[in-house]
């Protein structure tokens, strides 16, 4: 099924309607209490919802959370996400000279930013892709049990590699899901001068660099911001608010700007946890073993702070399939998913909250 929102998150929202719709003309009611929360502005990161949820702290009182979003893990198994990283991202502009400069006249005159910010950013990672920032993992501890929670998701490395297209990981975790477990630093993009047609011999006057970081629930997005301000300031760089003035560029042979934004905030449920215990139970009625549990999922979710505001347990009932270009033309749902998906629900809300 090809539609805008197919599978994040009509599909989703669809099967759990349908589920509710086939218990009704069954005149089968749940066993407890139903609360619906349908969120349209998730995609713009859930501007209004968390102070909603403080301000109708009764009306929101839940003692589980279920949230229908996210897509399932690459084996396209039934799949529980127990939480979500938040994000951080941030601007590093490096500036040459007041204005483009023709390189034939003023190469092995005026320095080139982007040699600068090139030395700059790629001194943020070793050569086995560890964020070389001291202290950036700091406070991230993952014991043996949940190590061996991990290590039951069903992932090959060869396999992903292949899949990727890549010869060998970053070595941040000892695999794909433990690398999940701690906060990632990505250049998510850079600009500066032209390309393509439009490529001009010039020394650019100035590079942009997008940052993007995702954050674990140990880790403060705005105390990783700072490290990286001083990352920065450390390798000689004096920063300015936007442009530097004549006098700055008088004195300052390295010039830069840096802002940041916090954006979501990470959330985790443990998964040895009696909301972990209950879906699983309901999912095994009719999947058998075949259910996959996750930690975490990698991306960012904006109901962390409403997670955060009612704090009650939540996990993430993952419905769509693995390739279903969320975002993205020919966004998909498959059939069979959506079916399953129907069927998650019926086994969830069939399910006996246990005394």
């Given amino acids: 099924m090809f539609a805008r929102s197919a599978s994040d998150s009509k599909g989703p929202a669809m099967a759990f309607i349908t589920a509710l719709e086939i218990l009704d003309a069954a005149n089968t009611k749940p066993l407890y209490n139903i609360k619906v929360i349908m969120d349209f502005q998730e995609e713009m990161g859930s501007p209004h919802l968390p102070a ?10 839940a003692d589980m959370l279920f949230v229908m979003d996210g897509t399932r893990h690459l084996s396209n198994l039934p799949t529980l996400t127990y939480g979500a990283r938040g994000i951080a991202t941030a601007k590093l502009k490096v500036f040459g000279a007041h204005y483009p400069l023709h390189s034939g006249q003023y190469g092995n005159f005026a320095p080139n930013p982007v040699f600068q910010a ?6 943020l990672k070793d050569d086995t892709g560890r964020v070389t920032i001291p202290g950036f993992y700091d406070g991230i501890t993952i014991t043996k049990k949940e190590k061996a929670l991990l290590q039951k998701v069903p992932e090959n490395l060869d396999s992903i590699r292949k899949r990727l297209g890549i010869a060998v990981q970053d070595q941040v975790g000892v695999n794909y899901q433990e690398s999940l477990q701690y906060p990632s630093l990505n250049i998510r993009g850079l600009r500066s001068g032209w390309v393509g047609d439009k490529v001009r011999t010039i020394i650019p006057s100035e590079v942009l660099t997008e940052i993007d970081m995702r954050l674990v629930p140990e880790s403060d997005g705005r105390r990783l911001m700072e490290l990286l301000k001083t990352y920065i300031k450390e390798n000689g760089y004096h920063l300015v608010d936007s442009i530097p003035s004549d006098k700055e560029r008088a004195i300052y042979p390295k010039l830069a700007s840096f802002t940041y934004k916090i954006g979501s905030k990470p959330f985790r449920t443990p998964m040895d946890s009696p ?8 999912l095994h009625k009719v999947f058998g073993n075949n259910i996959v549990n996750m930690r975490t999922t990698g991306g960012s979710q904006p109901m962390a702070p409403f997670i955060n505001t009612l704090n009650v347990p939540a996990v993430s009932i993952r419905i769509p399939n693995p390739d279903n270009n969320i975002h993205s033309p020919n966004e998909n749902i498959r059939l069979g998913n959506f079916l399953e998906g129907i069927i998650t629900c019926l086994a969830i809300l069939d399910e006996p909250i246990p005394k």
Avoid: E, P
């Fill in 118 to 123: 090139a030395k700059l950013i790629s001194g």
């Fill in 52 to 61: 909603t949820v403080a301000s109708q702290s009764d009306l929101f009182a």
């Fill in 275 to 282: 909301i972990g215990n209950f879906l699983n139970k309901a």
